[in-house]
């Protein structure tokens, strides 16, 4: 079971800005990095953001993290057909000694 | 280029052994720390295990903690996952990720295990 709580859904149409919540606690993403994923349909996850607010080289600036007390947030600027996909954050959980992933978000183009 | 290959997935019974195998090419795997996650069908991901850079710390998932067991080869370039008294829940698609959330982040294609009752 996820400790980290994302909402179900989200959408937009192109261009739009969407913003994914990822709820935690003290023991998770309040005093530790949060990072996030990406999953197309059928492929395996990439990494978005890292230690919060951080891109791995070739993502798009469109995306970007931030965080505050025990809830993080990724937000997705100038939304594009090819953003339509689940995302998923995660975070080092010191209480169970392993990470724990948000329960996702399917993010729809309409 | 770094590669991550999967294998060791099928069908086993409830209470079956089985043991994965995670190629590494492109990079040395005893220089990162390297995890097992995992998603059931439909499903959401699930970090399973990880094992650091010199070998000798290990962190398992409770819902997986003494009955899986994460190692590697160093010889072979090659990281494992033993799974012993699988229950159907057990049942997922397994990626190997290299440097998992860190900036050379890489995920294999996934090995797919399911367990029948």
């Known amino acids: 079971q996820s400790v980290l709580t994302q909402p179900p859904s989200a959408s937009g149409t192109p261009g739009q800005r969407v913003t994914i919540s990822c709820s935690g606690s003290?023991?998770?993403?309040?005093?530790?990095?949060v990072y996030w994923y990406q999953q197309l349909p059928g492929t395996a996850p990439k990494l978005l953001v890292y230690k919060d607010n951080q891109r791995p080289s070739g993502v798009p600036d469109r995306f970007s993290g931030s965080k505050s007390g025990a809830s993080a947030s990724l937000a997705i600027s100038g939304l594009r057909s090819e953003d339509e996909a689940d995302y998923y954050c995660v975070g080092w959980d010191g209480s169970l000694s392993g990470y724990v992933f948000g329960t996702g978000t399917k993010v729809t183009v309409l | 280029e770094v590669q991550l290959v999967e294998s060791g997935g099928g069908l086993v019974q409830a209470g079956g052994s089985l043991r994965l195998s995670c190629e590494a090419s492109?990079?040395?795997?005893?220089?990162?720390?390297m995890h097992w996650v995992r998603q059931a069908p439909g499903k959401g991901l699930v970090w399973v295990s990880r094992?650091?850079?010199?070998?000798?710390?290990?962190n398992h998932a409770d819902s997986v903690k003494g009955r899986f067991t994460i190692s590697r080869d160093t010889a072979r370039n090659t990281l494992y996952l033993q799974m012993n008294s699988l229950r159907v829940e057990d049942t997922a698609l397994y990626f190997c990720v290299r440097d998992f959330g860190g900036p050379s982040d890489d995920w294999g294609q996934g090995t797919l295990v399911i367990v029948s009752s």
């Open positions: 003290s023991s998770n993403i309040e005093n530790d990095y």
């Open positions: 492109g990079f040395t795997l005893s220089r990162n720390w």
């Open positions: 094992i650091n850079i010199d070998g000798r710390t290990v």
